[in-house]
């Protein structure tokens, strides 16, 4: 199994921030959002290699931060080629792209650079591994608020996805999807079918929305807490949160 870190937005709601330094790698505490989800990467036996997906304007700053990084596992930095926001390729584009230039032929995790979790990522892979199909990573959202943004998704009995809406005005559940996919290995054909029949390129949840009426898609229910930092206020609060983490570690 492949892990796909998607890297490569300019992050323009957290300008200054991000104007010269891309959203992965903002520090939070002693580490940058980068290196928590390296870590849980690393811990994971199944994984043979990880690919950090970038944008041309911040390439050296990965590469230069990949030679800070001692990492267990094969570690790679790839570069989408645009170099502003007006050429983005959106995230099922870059994520069709890397599969057909690294001619990807197995099963992949993929997961968004801004995201960052206190929950071990090796249950969702045991999860996968048992029901053998493509799954999504999902937890029942509190609050209304919470919802705004997320993939909105429905389940049956077995948790099988029976209905996906991303970023839906009126949400019609609770359950919220997060950025952290695993595709089986015959599903990665299917995002060039998607990009062909002109469906949006560019948040990744787009991808099961369509997918999930194609083919089987399960949602694992996550403990914990995921963070999506794509605002000034977000990444605020994520820095004070794992303040209180790595106190108590």
């Known amino acids: 199994m492949k892990a796909i ?18 959203k992965a790698l903002l520090p939070v ?25 970038s944008n041309h304007k911040f390439i050296e700053s990965f590469k230069d931060w990949q030679k800070s990084r001692i990492s267990s596992k094969p570690l790679r930095i790839f570069d989408d080629g645009t170099i502003c926001e007006a050429e983005r390729l959106g995230a099922i584009g870059d994520i069709h792209l890397v599969i057909e230039k690294e001619e990807i032929s197995e099963d992949v995790l993929i997961l968004a650079g ?9 249950d969702y892979i045991r999860y996968f591994q048992a029901k053998k199909k493509d ?13 705004k943004g997320m993939g909105i998704v429905t389940v049956d009995s077995s948790n099988r996805v029976v209905h ?6 009126i949400p019609k559940s609770d ?19 998607y990009l ?18 194609r083919k089987e898609l399960y949602a694992y229910f996550c403990a914990g807490q995921c963070f999506d930092i794509g605002t000034p206020e977000s990444y605020q609060a994520v820095k004070q949160v794992f303040k209180v983490i790595n106190k108590e570690e």
């Open 5 to 22: 870190i998607l890297a490569a937005g300019y992050a323009t709601r957290l300008y200054p921030l991000t104007l010269n330094k891309p």
């Open 29 to 53: 505490g002693p580490k940058s959002v980068l290196d928590y989800i390296l870590d849980q990467l690393e811990a994971i036996s199944e994984i043979n290699e990880i690919i950090v997906v």
């Open 114 to 122: 801004d995201n960052i979790f206190t929950f071990s990522l090796l």
């Open 135 to 147: 799954c999504i990573l999902v937890q029942r959202i509190k609050t209304p608020e919470g919802l």
């Open 164 to 169: 996906f809406e991303e970023k839906p005005q």
């Open 175 to 193: 359950i919220g999807a997060f950025a952290l996919y695993i595709y089986r290995k015959d599903t990665l054909p299917l995002f060039k079918q």
């Open 196 to 213: 062909e029949e002109g469906n949006k390129a560019d948040a990744p949840g787009y991808f099961p929305e369509w997918l999930y009426s």
